[in-house]
């Protein structure tokens, strides 16, 4: 299987490419300068096109706005396309909505299958719970950018599909500030290399529910990745999530 990695130096793109070489793909690298990574040649997008006309699927783990213009491309040349870019505003989301219509596009916030049957537990402990208060806590490397997570904005809609209703997010509290019944808390961490922490807590009739996944490694994330590519390379135009290939 062919596939192009974009964002092959990044922290999680290298994992990507090590995994994807390490099953016997042909991988090919995207990143801001050319370089070679255990063997894998890393080329600057303006090699993309190219490399599009043989590939099998591409794999994005950039930023929003570099993955908006790529989006494009990789629609033109119909190759399935996987991405992980997270902190997308709404038109970021329409561009790769509008990319669909020409191609198979899996977009997700988490490949990690952990995180998939975290959201199910979720969904149930909050439909089973429904006067409980809620709050949520992430933890992540003091690098990364986006606050909240994008794992965490999916966790806070899987809440608020639980609760058939959209509760105001309350994004850490400060001085006087009573909680509302229709408020959940969100709280962000960002210190040292910390790969990925999610915590739900349910608290009420005197007893406390707390749902947590962490992330030992970003190999999790990239072995998800590189199987979502699998899954996806024979797929027709259209809209896809991580738990459709799970």
Same mark, same amino acid.
């Given at each position: ?5 974009? %964002? ?5 793109? =290298?994992?990507?490419? @090590?995994?994807? =070489?390490? #099953?016997?793909?042909?991988?090919? %690298?995207?990143? &801001? ?13 303006? $090699? ?9 699927? /591409?794999?994005?783990?950039? /930023? ?6 790529? +989006? ?18 709404? !038109? ?21 299958? %952990?995180? !998939? $049957? ?23 490397? *003091? ?5 909240? =997570?994008?794992? +965490? *904005? ?6 608020? !599909? @639980? &609760? ?10 400060? %001085?006087?500030?009573? #909680? ?8 962000? #961490?960002?210190?040292? *290399? ?10 009420? *009739? ?11 490694? &970003? &190999? /999790?994330?990239?072995?998800? @990745? /590189? ?17 459709? $290939?799970?």
């Amino acid at each position: 299987m062919k596939l192009v990695v974009i %964002g092959a130096t990044g922290r999680t793109g =290298s994992e990507i490419v @090590a995994e994807a =070489s390490g #099953r016997g793909h042909d991988v090919d %690298g995207i990143a &801001r300068s050319e370089d070679t990574i255990e063997d894998v040649r890393v080329h600057t997008s303006d $090699a993309l096109p190219d490399l599009l006309e043989d590939a099998d699927a /591409v794999i994005d783990f950039t /930023v929003p706005s570099a993955t908006r213009e790529y +989006a494009e491309l990789v629609a033109e040349a119909g190759v399935p396309y996987v991405v992980g870019t997270t902190g997308f505003n709404e !038109q970021g989301i329409d561009a790769l909505r509008e990319a669909s219509e020409s191609t198979a596009v899996l977009k997700a916030s988490n490949f990690a299958k %952990g995180v !998939q $049957a975290l959201m199910r537990v979720v969904e149930a402990g909050v439909e089973a719970l429904p006067e409980y208060d809620i709050e949520l806590t992430e933890t992540h490397h *003091n690098g990364k950018r986006d606050a909240p =997570s994008g794992t +965490a *904005n999916t966790v806070l809609d899987v809440i608020d !599909q @639980a &609760r058939d209703e959209e509760l105001d997010r309350t994004h850490g509290r400060e %001085g006087e500030h009573l #909680r509302e019944e229709s408020e959940v808390g969100v709280h962000v #961490r960002r210190a040292g *290399n910390v790969r990925g922490e999610h915590e739900v807590m349910l608290a009420g *009739n005197d007893e406390v529910l707390t749902l947590t996944h962490r992330a030992e490694s &970003r &190999r /999790v994330f990239a072995a998800g @990745a /590189v199987d979502a590519a699998e899954w996806l390379a024979d797929k027709e135009p259209g809209w896809y999530d991580f738990a459709d $290939a799970l």
